[in-house]
Nanobody, 120 residues
Framework: QVQLVESGGGLVQPGGSLTLSCAAS????????TGWYRQVPGKERELVAS???????KYADSVKGRFTISRDNAKNTVTVQMNSLKPEDTAVYYC??????????????WGQGTQVTVSS
């Protein structure tokens, strides 16, 4: 079994910064694409940023230039640095990862979510 544990959410004022981290643990052989989604009540979950094992990154247009995603393959972690936060960034942020586990099959895993609130 594989677990993803997020940390770093909280309350921040507009213009502030937060860093979200996600650590994967368990029977992991390899991690492919990993990244972050977010969701607000009544809306679909949307991609925030993703990064493949080779390092290529993808960002939602709404966060380009403000968010930076990175990964540490040795530690099985993925991090998103969020700067210049806006009230519309308020959401529950979910970490995800495509993991090749001991079954030799890639499966998708999700974290439990962490709340980010941007408000004065």
């Amino acid at each position: 079994q594989v677990q993803l544990v997020e940390s770093g959410g909280g309350l921040v004022q507009p213009g502030g910064s937060l860093t979200l981290s996600c650590a994967a643990s368990g029977s992991i052989l390899d991690i492919g694409t990993t990244g972050w989604y977010r969701q607000v009540p009544g809306k679909e979950r949307e991609l925030v940023a993703s990064i493949i094992s080779g390092g290529t990154k993808k960002y939602a247009d709404s966060v380009k230039g403000r968010f930076t995603i990175s990964r540490d393959n040795a530690k099985n972690t993925v991090t998103v640095q969020m700067n210049s936060l806006k009230p519309e960034d308020t959401a529950v942020y979910y970490c995800y990862a495509y993991v090749r586990d001991v079954s030799q099959v890639f499966r998708s895993y999700w974290g439990q979510g962490t709340q980010v609130t941007v408000s004065s």
